[in-house]
């Protein structure tokens, strides 16, 4: 077993928690090249809602390459999975809120 299989093997509703750490470490280590490449389109974007748009983003770029992860199939699932779908919307809001366009 290696190294990143016994990390992801912790889980949480099925999910594996090191990816969830990952992505949104990864986020927030991004978020002030990402907040300045917007500036330069005179797009204010507040660095702490990257980490807001982690799992949005993710979805988003999953579905588009054609990667179809439990949490993206759940997502896309019409039955079930509810309590997903509002924490993936609720990420979205706190994500597009205070999103300011530069007025000059």
Do not use: C
């Not at 090191?18 to 300045?36: E, I, K, N, Q, Y």
């Not at 748009?53 to 579905?63: N, R």
């Amino acid at each position: 077993m290696t190294t990143i299989e016994f990390l992801r093997q912790f889980r949480l509703g099925g999910y594996a928690i090191f990816d969830f750490a990952v992505s949104f470490l990864g986020m927030a280590l991004l978020s002030p090249l990402l907040s300045g490449i917007f500036l330069k389109f005179k797009i204010k974007i507040p660095k702490i809602n990257w980490v807001f748009l982690t799992l949005p983003i993710s979805i988003i770029f999953h579905i588009a390459f054609g990667k179809m992860t439990p949490l993206v199939q759940n997502f896309l699932n019409f039955k079930d999975h509810f309590i997903l779908k509002i924490i993936v919307l609720i990420f979205l809001f706190l994500g597009l809120r205070n999103i300011e366009k530069i007025k000059k």
